[in-house]
Every structure is written in structure tokens, then in C-alpha cells.
């Protein structure tokens, strides 16, 4: 395998791509399937993959939350901040 051909397959990895997110009521994050890391803490109100609507309450700050997989961060109901998107 090139060297470039081994770059290419760490950037597919999952979690090798961040991205600051922006939370919005009506728009989905950049790339599906993300994992969050909470840089502030408090409550997170996010869509899941499958579209359920959930508040995580009490998110405490330099929080990764692998275990579930998030499309959107809403605006109203997220006290949370510094939200990183892991892909």
C-alpha cells in the first residue's frame, strides 16, 4: 500500500475527521452518523440516526459520547457548548 493509499484509509476511518459543530433546529450535521464530544457541559438535545428527538441532560463538560450516533444538535433545548463532531 502507497503512503497516500494508507492516508485515504486513516481519513475513512471512523473519528478521523472533526468538525466544530453548529447547532440549528432545522439542519442536519455536515456528514450523518457523528459521535459528539462535549467541551462544556449541560444539556444536549440531538436527533438520533433513526429520528428520535432526545434530551441528554446534565452532559458533564470533556464528555465523548461514542455510544450513540447523532445526525443533528438542536439550538433550543442545548445549553451544552464547544461540541466537537467526530467521523
Do not use: C
Not at 457523528?34 to 470533556?62: C, E, H, R, Y
Amino acid at each position: 500500500m502507497t503512503e497516500s493509499e494508507k492516508k485515504k484509509a486513516h481519513r475513512n476511518k471512523s473519528g478521523s475527521i472533526a468538525s466544530v459543530v453548529s447547532k440549528s433546529d432545522s439542519q442536519d450535521l455536515d456528514v450523518k452518523d457523528a459521535k459528539l464530544f462535549v467541551g462544556s457541559g449541560g444539556d444536549l438535545k440531538i436527533d438520533t440516526m433513526d429520528g428520535q428527538t432526545v434530551t441528554l441532560k446534565n452532559i458533564p463538560s470533556g464528555t465523548f459520547l461514542d455510544w450513540i450516533r447523532v445526525k443533528r444538535v438542536h439550538s433550543r433545548g442545548t445549553t451544552a457548548g464547544d461540541i466537537v463532531a467526530f467521523y
